[in-house]
């Protein structure tokens, strides 16, 4: 009987399995699940308006001594301390796991879609940025394999070499650009760049700009490596046609803070919601940053640092004290607590008596996220004309002096701001110490780059990296970075458990242990 009961059990069994079987693929489709849009635009805009790759103040900007939040309570734990702490560095990782994977699923929409060629071209160029951000944060990265785990199975992508990636990033940025045509696709009205019903060819020209833009970056990023190199990717890109005024720049504004081009989205913020609600007393400027402005009465500074009566509610105060003279910057390699700077200012309200961003504009929630501008263009393309690699164009001091005057100009893009004046930029460019210097001019080129990029630490990170200005003085909070600096994030503690073979791999052909010292592949000493 017991063997009748098997036969019946191993019977019904394979009837089932034979039966599930024959249907498996089917009844195995999620039947809710959206599997293509009706108008990719849609996946476009959202792509846009989640792009998040200018770093942050706790993180790039803190290794760049621009912001530090200088109190040291467990929780608080960072870079400002040369702590290698996962929080952070697992930050930029999550790309994959959101706008890359869009990007991805756009890109296998629209690739083979005669209609949509515009649209997959554009996607392309905003895929490379992204990476260029992952390889100039980590190095090697998973590219070739990235993204495709729903499409082909590959849940274990493996890591390719920084220098690989770059090189197939120059590939798709200039083919990508060059195959833009005002003559096909307008997605305008879902480009949060240009004005909504904006032309074709309004579109188009705006990206191509964009596109050759982002190669220039990527050029002088091979400066110290291969200045070859450097010299023939800069001038493809010039050539090609870079951003040319400050209505070129990719904007992406936040909530309703401005109303002309770029569209506003509604609904969106820049991620200041929860430092201004919770915790604003963390947040300083950092004294090599202030002492910068200080000392040349940079006209920008009024938009940039503040004194607050208490750092606790700093953001409900409109009117804080912006004078030169009383912003002073909390001294790199100490904290408010167990090690003090010498000198210290003490304690003020809920804080320390130190400057903060101003929170009613650069820390505004609806300050625009700037992700490449016109005064980072024009200063790379003052550098490249001190460095002899342009042909044509103007030259290195008319460069530097456009990239500053753009950079005063575009604060008319935040809130709360008055257009910067005529006398004071003359003034400000008319100084010693800033009016162009031939015998001086990288020093003074990059360290205005480091103030254009003050809301986007990610660039002004990768740009110190690659020219070593401004001369910043190593952090020396405690030992564990050997007097060095923070040259790389480490990878995510994630990936040693999800992705521990090729984790191994990238860790083994990184040149050097898997820690903040370790250079990326275009940083060199």
Known sequence: MKKINKLI?????????????????????????????????????????????????????????????????????GYQFNQNVDSENSAPFGLYTGNIRTIQVLIDQVKEDPARTNLYNMSRIWRALHFMYLVDHYGDVPYSEASKGGTEGLFYPKYDKGSAIYDDLYKELKEATAALDPAKDNNSRFDIFVTAGGSAATEIAFWKKLGNSILLRLGMRYSKLDQNKAKTIVQEAFAGGVMTSNADNAVIANMTGTSASPVPITGYTNGRNGIRGTNPFNYYLAEPFVNQLKSTLDPRMKFISAKYPDPGTSPSNTNP????????????????????????????????????????????????????????????????????????????????????????????????????????KTAYLSQVGIAYDPTNALKQINTQYWIECV???????????????????????????????????????????????????????????????????????
């Open 9 to 77: 059990i191993v019977s019904l069994t394979l009837f089932f399995v034979m039966g599930c079987d024959q249907d498996f693929e089917e009844i195995n489709k999620d039947p809710q699940a959206i599997l293509k849009i009706s108008d990719p635009g849609l996946l476009f805009t959202n792509i846009l308006r989640n792009t998040s790759v200018g770093g942050n103040w706790t993180g790039e900007s803190t290794i760049v001594q621009q912001f530090v939040l200088p109190y040291n309570l467990g929780t608080t734990a």
């Open 321 to 424: 004290d912006v004078t030169p003279a009383n912003q002073f910057g909390f001294p790199i390699g100490y904290d408010a607590g167990t090690k003090p700077p010498p000198g210290f200012r003490g304690n003020q309200g809920a804080g320390v008596n130190y400057s903060q961003p101003h929170w009613n504009i650069i820390g505004n929630t609806t300050t625009p996220s700037i992700v490449i501008s016109y005064a980072q263009v024009s200063l790379m393309l003052a550098e490249a004309a001190f460095r002899g690699w342009l042909t044509g164009g103007l030259t290195a001091a008319t460069y530097y002096q456009n990239g500053i005057t753009a950079s005063m100009d575009s604060y008319t893009l935040y809130p709360n701001t008055v257009p910067i004046t005529a006398a004071e």
């Open 455 to 525: 809301n986007n630490g990610a660039e002004a990170w990768a740009n110190w990296r690659r020219s070593g200005f401004p001369a910043l003085s190593p952090n020396t909070y405690d030992t564990s970075l050997n007097g060095g600096f923070i040259r790389r994030y480490s990878y995510p503690l994630a990936e040693h458990t999800n992705n521990g073979t090729n984790w191994n791999d990238a860790v083994a052909n990184l040149g050097g242990p898997d820690f903040l010292t370790t250079r990326v592949f275009w940083d060199i000493p």
